[in-house]
């Protein structure tokens, strides 16, 4: 059967709707936005400065040479990987579609660990594929588990698995011993394994485990991680994703690609951003001082966050369309996370003290 692509809804997702802003009569730059989950100290100096001397007029490197250089050289220290092993994109979504589109097929079937983000499960309907969805508890603050997980591929024989870790929106974290059940059991059942960090370097405490270690692990089984620069290096407005995979993988993907699919403006920030390792680490200490800060006065508070690894956290309320609603006449922005199918949840990134102090603040006044 030849590929189709089917009618889908768009994925819904937090940071600003531009239109919505108009229709209050608010600007971007007076609002404040809880509703991504990116550093929000913003990109390092050398980022601006890099940009700035991109030459405009010459096509970018279609193979991303730099870029994938600079990606082992600060991010996969360490590792073996060769360049071959990795594939650039614009922005981790692109790689998610770019996954939906080399390797399915209409009416196979997909997994997916949730509740996660939107963006697998739109891209796999865009394929024809057939979705089932694993979904965590609220009552185990929607940790996974990951023998209930393994058995369900073995049951349910999926062709591909999404499993995002940490996860967004629930700040949930699988380990190395829970990753491997789930991987072997993928392994078992000739599953492919997509496994999404990009807020990996979110988590508090730090873990050194990240699921790439299963590429050399588990020679049988065909996995794909995914890194998102757009998140920790604060380059949403450029965006900039890669995955990690074998080399045979990795040119599967490519194939799939456009050519120039990464731009020359955001090959050169994310090469100025990789290399400024004392900004990221200061700014990545600083968020995680504030969200310990911000996390025990939301316990204080007594408002009913749910606990997470990583510095944004769901928040039950009432109503989280009203909620959202409503911060936004205060100028704040939250994710509303009734499209993750938990309408009592809002969703809050940590940001710099006074801004989450005024958060708080009107969470308090406002009926939640
Ligand atoms: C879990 C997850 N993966 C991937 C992305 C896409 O990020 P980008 O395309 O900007 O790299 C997001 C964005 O919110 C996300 O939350």
Redesign the pocket.
């Known amino acids: 059967m030849s590929k189709r692509t089917a009618k889908v809804e768009q994925p819904v997702?937090?940071a600003f709707d531009y239109a919505e802003l108009e229709s209050l009569g608010l600007h971007p730059e007076e609002v404040i936005d809880f509703s991504v989950?990116s550093n929000p100290y913003g990109p390092s100096p050398r980022v601006r400065e890099a940009v700035a001397n991109v030459a405009l007029d010459r096509y970018p490197d279609r193979t991303c040479l730099e870029l994938k250089r600079a990606i082992l050289d600060y991010e996969l220290d360490g590792t073996r990987l060769p360049l071959a092993a990795l594939v650039c994109g614009n922005?981790?979504?692109?790689l998610?579609w770019t996954i939906a589109h080399a390797s399915l097929k209409p009416g196979m079937k997909v997994a997916i660990i949730g509740p996660t983000?939107g963006?697998y499960h739109t891209a796999c309907l865009a394929m024809g594929a057939t979705i089932i969805e694993y979904r965590a508890c609220a009552s185990m603050h929607f940790q996974p588990d990951s023998e209930e997980i393994a058995t369900w591929i073995g049951e349910e024989h999926p062709s591909l698995v999404w499993l995002?870790n940490p996860n967004?929106p629930t700040g949930t974290w699988i380990g190395q011993e829970e990753m491997f059940l789930v991987a072997e059991a993928c392994q078992k059942n000739a599953a492919m394994l997509v496994v999404?960090e990009?807020?990996w370097r979110f988590v508090s405490p730090r873990e050194e485990f990240s699921a790439r270690e299963l590429i050399e692990a588990l020679p049988g089984l065909e996995v794909v991680v995914?890194r998102?620069l757009?998140?920790d290096f604060s380059l949403?407005g450029l965006?900039?994703?890669y995955a990690i995979a074998t080399e045979e993988t990795a040119r599967r993907l490519n194939a799939h690609l456009p050519s120039w699919n990464v731009n020359g403006v955001a090959q050169a920030a994310g090469v100025a951003a990789l290399s400024d390792r004392v900004y990221l680490e200061t700014t990545l200490q600083a968020l995680m001082t504030e969200r310990t800060a911000f996390f025990q006065a939301l316990v204080h508070g007594n408002l009913k966050s749910v606990p997470s690894r990583t510095h944004f956290c769901l928040l039950a309320v009432e109503n989280a369309h009203n909620v959202r609603q409503q911060l936004l006449t205060r100028k704040m922005l939250v994710r509303d996370c009734t499209s993750f199918g938990l309408p009592h949840c809002i969703r809050i990134a940590t940001r710099s003290a006074g801004e989450w102090q005024g958060l708080l603040a009107a969470l308090q006044e406002m009926n939640i």
């Open positions: 997702h937090g989950n922005g981790t979504a692109e998610i983000f963006e995002c967004n999404d990009a807020y995914l998102s757009t998140k949403a965006r900039l994703g």
